[in-house]
């Protein structure tokens, strides 16, 4: 039984919240979705993509057989340090996790189910070096080529968030992350998957699960495949982290609308295209890749639609993000 869940966020905890995107999540999660598509059916134009390729992917019935746990390895969910981690940098924290912690989740967990995770109580250190080695080859074949898009969605999605922080505090964040998250008298509470926060009710409050930050940050992460359920770390050694899923998902798979022709006779078809793909915000490199076009040729368009006032450009952290304006949409219409 899925229990509901709690966690209390103090003053020097809710300093500490963060965003981040985590590469290795969404080959993981990748996996759950072709495994269970029918819980995932936003995800179907990707599904029927993929299934022909995973010939070339072995080994995902390991992953599918520890994402069907309840609760998840934790170790198999590295924990970004930076908003944006390289992918071989979660590659090589798993690879590297401590083996205690490997043996205790089977211990204080139901015992190992299959003939891998025997094998990988025996030896964590060869079992982890093969659940990277799978994960990494999840995330080439059948990720890697939708990236540009995903990533967009994902950077998008931190950008609302930051606005409406900026617009209406931190409490408004949490209540807009999940129709199973909302936050009451100074925490996090996260409702049984199906159920609506409204059903929180003192028997839940009495059987919840508490989450323990213990003073450490508390990471909120967007993600694409896994929609359209949350995931949080129940027994956080280091920061916590909750995923849920991005806003605007289903785009990612949309086929690419294009430009209305007279707009594009009057700007250009690439510069409309531009103005099109930015609803979102996105990064010159995303939009590149969007497009199929150099990021040198991206940036010299904007160029010409921020001097017309078609475009805004803002630095959020290391990434430029690029949306268009009430001018553009305007024009568009």
Not at 99 to 107: K, L, M, Q, S, T
Not at 190 to 204: F, N, Q, V
Request: proline share 8%.
């Amino acid at each position: 039984m899925v229990r509901p869940i709690r966690i209390p966020i103090a003053g020097t905890e809710m300093a500490r919240v963060r965003f981040a995107i985590s590469p290795v999540y969404e080959a993981l999660q990748a996996v759950d979705v072709l495994h269970v598509p029918g819980r995932h059916a936003v995800h179907m134009p990707w599904v029927r993509w993929a299934r022909p390729l995973l010939d070339q992917v072995p080994g995902t019935e390991i992953l599918a057989g520890f994402i069907e746990r309840n609760p998840r390895p934790g170790v198999l969910v590295p924990v970004p340090d930076v908003r944006m981690p390289a992918l071989e940098d979660e590659l090589e924290a798993i690879r590297t996790a401590d083996p205690a912690r490997v043996r205790g989740y089977f211990d204080n967990n139901e015992p190992p189910r299959d003939r891998f995770q025997r094998a990988f109580y025996d030896d964590p250190e060869a079992g982890l070096a093969r659940i990277a080695d799978v994960l990494h080859r999840v995330f080439d074949v059948l990720v890697a080529p939708h990236w540009p898009r995903i990533l967009g969605v994902l950077e998008a999605d931190i950008a609302y968030r930051a606005r409406v922080l900026a617009d209406s505090g931190v409490a408004a964040v949490f209540d807009d992350l999940h129709a199973e998250v909302r936050w009451s008298d100074g925490e996090l509470r996260l409702s049984e998957p199906g159920s609506r926060r409204s059903s929180w009710s003192p028997d839940a409050e009495e059987d919840a699960k508490e989450v323990v930050l213990d003073g450490r940050a508390l990471v909120l992460s967007p993600g694409v495949f896994c929609w359209p359920d949350k995931c949080v770390a129940t027994k956080p050694t280091n920061a916590g982290i909750l995923h849920y899923p991005a806003r605007a998902v289903g785009t990612v798979w949309e086929t690419r609308r294009p430009a209305p022709d007279a707009l594009s006779a009057l700007i250009g078809r690439t510069r409309a295209e531009l103005l099109v793909q930015l609803a979102e915000p996105g990064t010159t490199a995303q939009l590149a890749g969007r497009l199929g076009v150099t990021a040198g040729a991206v940036s010299q368009h904007l160029g010409v639609l921020r001097g017309a006032g078609l475009v805004a450009t803002r630095r959020d952290g290391r990434a430029v993000l690029h949306l268009r304006t009430e001018r553009a949409d305007a024009l568009l219409r």
